[in-house]
């Protein structure tokens, strides 16, 4: 079946412009996750969505990060003023939430968003 | 706070050989405890958790990894290795405590297996 899929792959904008990431869960996943993995580092949380709420947005390092799932499936992360320093992999991951397995099911991840600013 | 620990950057390994890759953590609740892979241009791929019960997990590909509470560590292990095991490995951990979706990784460890 189909993964979470990510779009754009690769992502190259200059210093102080917006960007937009898309994330594609899987299709009936409830529970959407954005993170950000820097060269050489794992993955950091930014964002966690239970269905179309930000249920814990403490990962986002300031307020040029914003996300929204407006209908409960796909993703939008969007970075106002781009930095150098916002140059990472961008993850975006999924899992099925049930009162059954306490949500601590395993999240699927997609392949990433590689955002390169210059 | 949580936190999670590799503390090796990088595993040499000969095929056929077991492997192990170390992980330990640092939690206020209960942990729940995560192996992922990732091989190169790839996203990564969930291989086993520890949520409770058997301190033994047994995960995908021939990896398991075991649950010590006293020494809070959550080693990788694979009886006899393989080359194409060869990847980057991450231990993660949620504090039972914490957010749903709060993952913490560590930084990874990087497996290679030699011929």
């Known amino acids: 079946g189909a993964g979470v899929s990510q779009t754009p792959s690769n992502k190259v904008t200059e210093k102080g412009k917006y960007v937009e990431l898309r994330c594609d869960p899987i299709?009936?996943?409830?529970?959407l996750y954005w993170y950000r993995q820097s060269l050489g580092q794992g993955p950091e949380f930014l964002i966690y969505?239970?269905?179309?709420?930000?249920?814990?947005d403490s990962g986002l390092p300031n307020d040029r990060f914003f996300a929204v799932r407006p209908e409960g499936s796909v993703s939008t992360l969007k970075i106002q003023r781009t930095e150098r320093g916002d140059s990472a992999v961008y993850l975006c991951?999924?899992?099925?939430?049930?009162?059954?397995?306490?949500?601590?099911?395993?999240?699927?991840f997609g392949p990433g968003t590689r955002l390169t600013v210059l | 706070a949580q936190s999670v620990a590799q503390p090796e950057d990088q595993v040499n390994v000969a095929e056929g050989n077991p492997l192990t890759v170390k992980c330990t953590y640092s939690v206020s609740g209960n942990p729940y405890l995560f192996w992922y892979v990732q091989y190169p241009n790839r996203g990564l791929q969930f291989l086993l958790k520890?949520?409770?019960?058997?301190?033994l997990v047994k995960g995908s590909y021939g990896f398991e990894a075991e649950f010590n509470k006293s020494q809070t560590s959550f080693h990788l292990k694979k009886p006899s290795a393989l080359v194409s095991d060869s990847a980057l490995y991450f231990c993660a951990v949620r504090d039972s405590r914490g957010s749903q979706g709060n993952l913490i990784f560590g930084k990874g460890t990087k497996l290679s297996v030699k011929p």
């Open positions: 299709s009936g996943h409830t529970a």
């Open positions: 991951a999924s899992s099925l939430i049930s009162a059954a397995t306490s949500g601590v099911n395993e999240q699927f």
């Open positions: 969505f239970q269905g179309t709420g930000a249920a814990d």
């Open positions: 520890y949520i409770t019960g058997d301190n």
